[in-house]
């Protein structure tokens, strides 16, 4: 081994023994929500008029275009500017109305009708002067975002028709009862016409929507700028403005919020989650989110294909060591399943499906197998997760005595090797909407064979009639959990992956601010129809 990889491989040994020590980080004791003690400051008060509230984001957003935009940090700001036809509430279990007062899906799931709002109003542009938004918009916007969405946000819409002024019809392509989660991304807020055709490429740099606060200024690389939309149709907003800044060095984000340049510090991760807990002035808002990690066996090439081998790799997995071991300072807390506890279709009996950690019946089912004696393999792996991979070698070399070796790729190289299946192990991370269908369709579904998703090779016909009728059956939420869930059973019971954690989303909060809460899917709402309405006292 050379100087690099025997350093790596010491810093990763020491993460492990400071882990263990650490009782806060345990992750069998899950992730609750955790906030200090002292003075809460606004937290605990009357809601208060007036401020610009500066929110510090990691990454420079690259346009705020609903259709163009790919990153998390871009939809944070788009949140403040436009809306959506309908919500998540607060807890992720279902929808509240926006610019939607209600929606109904067809008896076929072919079509789902919409509701909207009368008194809403464009913010002023360059284009229009802040006119009343109606059901031609919300066509608009949808159809648009339908055929030009860079990621693809509103799939498997054929049209969308204006029944009256006030009233649209969505058409599919197929029944798809995950349609309302789509709704929800900022990829499709309502947007006028006027200003995307008149802005043409540059509508990105100059977005307007519905929403509480309109884009004022953009400083590339440093701030973007909103000030309250004084016409906007939903509870007056309690601030003045919203200002982000963009600070990409997670040190110089914590000194920030503890020195007030800012009053909310996304993404806080590793020991800075340790320097905001232990700032009696500060609170840190973690809970679990819907990120999951997790490692892909080729389930169709090599020693993986044997379901026992599978199997046996699993129970000689020790999950608790790994997520305890990379996520040190806490973060994170171990996966158990394969959709997120945030989800609505989760549930703790969902738990006794993870296989016990147990090396000694892991060596027994190995030895049943055509690699009793161990095989050498190959894991592939971002440089970013090099610890995970890390530890779980170890494990595998002392436990079944196979031989892992790392190779470390960029994500291009990585994600083209993954979704071909030619990675015998693969170290994967997926976040996406709490509905089940989007981590289970797009990751155990047979027709995602090939892609990033299930390139592992994943094939069950039953597990596939389960995740076809929850998405295409029935849009009751009961329902389709029971469905999920089967599904869950059959598909932990083939071993076809290592679920290791559940990251969490995080933020850290000024005792200035009230009102706000991180929500699951990291979203940084500050004014929004599902009853958030952020203040600030200086």
Known sequence: MNNKGIKR?????????????????????????????????????????GGILNVGLSSNPNTLDPIRYTGVYESQIMRSIGNTLIVYNKDLSGFDPSIATEWEPSEDLMSFTFKLRDDVYFQEGEYQDGRQMTAEDV??????????????????????????????KIH???PNSALLAMLTD???IIVPKE?????????????????????????????????????????????????????????MMTNALR??????????????????????????????????????????????????????????????????????????????????????????????????????????????????????????????????????QNQMKENLNIDVDV????WGTLSDTASKGNSPFYIGGWAWYPDPYF???????????????????????????????ALTGTADQEERTALYQEAIEIMMGDYSRIELDNLDTTAAVSPQVGGFEIMADGSINIVDPNGTNVWVSR
């Not at 540059?202 to 909103?226: C, I, R, S």
């Not at 190779?407 to 960029?410: D, F, G, I, L, Y």
Request: include cysteine.
């Open 186 to 188: 900022r990829g499709n």
């Open 9 to 49: 491989l010491f810093l990763i040994f020491s993460i492990i023994t400071i882990g263990l020590i650490i009782s806060a980080c345990s992750s069998d004791t899950g992730s609750d929500d955790t906030n200090n003690e002292g003075d809460s400051g606004a937290q605990s008060g009357e809601p208060q008029q």
């Open 259 to 392: 020195s007030n340049d800012i009053d909310i510090a996304t993404d806080i991760k590793g020991q800075n989650r340790e320097v905001i807990e232990q700032d009696p002035n500060l609170e840190l808002q973690s809970k679990n989110g819907l990120t999951l990690t997790y490692i892909d066996m080729n389930n169709q090439e090599g020693p993986t294909a044997d379901p026992k081998v599978r199997e046996a790799i699993y129970k000689a997995t020790n999950v608790e060591e790994i997520v305890q071991g990379v996520n040190q300072w806490g973060g994170a807390s171990v996966s158990y399943a394969p959709i997120p506890k945030e989800s609505w279709a989760y549930s703790e009996e969902l738990e006794s499906l993870k296989p016990e950690y147990d090396p000694e019946a892991a060596k027994e089912l190995l030895a049943e197998t055509d690699y009793a004696d161990g095989f050498k393999t190959e894991l592939h792996v971002l440089e970013s997760r090099v610890p995970y991979a890390t530890i779980f």
């Open 172 to 174: 599919l392509e197929e």
């Open 139 to 168: 066509k608009f916007s949808l159809e648009r975002s339908s055929e030009e969405s860079a990621l693809n946000r509103l799939a498997g819409v054929e049209s969308v028709e204006v029944v009256d002024e006030f009233e649209v």
């Open 407 to 410: 190779k470390v790729s960029e």
């Open 439 to 469: 981590f289970l369709n797009q990751l155990y579904h047979s027709d995602q064979i090939g892609s990033l998703g299930n390139g592992r090779g994943y094939d069950n016909s039953k597990v596939d009639e389960l995740l076809d009728q």
């Open 195 to 251: 200003e995307v055709e008149g802005w043409g490429d540059a509508f990105g740099a100059n977005l307007v929507g519905t929403g509480p606060f309109t884009l004022k200024n953009w400083q590339t690389d440093q701030q973007v700028e909103l000030v309250r939309h004084d016409n906007y149709w939903g509870e007056t907003p309690n601030l003045d403005g919203v200002t982000y800044k963009i600070i990409s060095d997670p040190t």
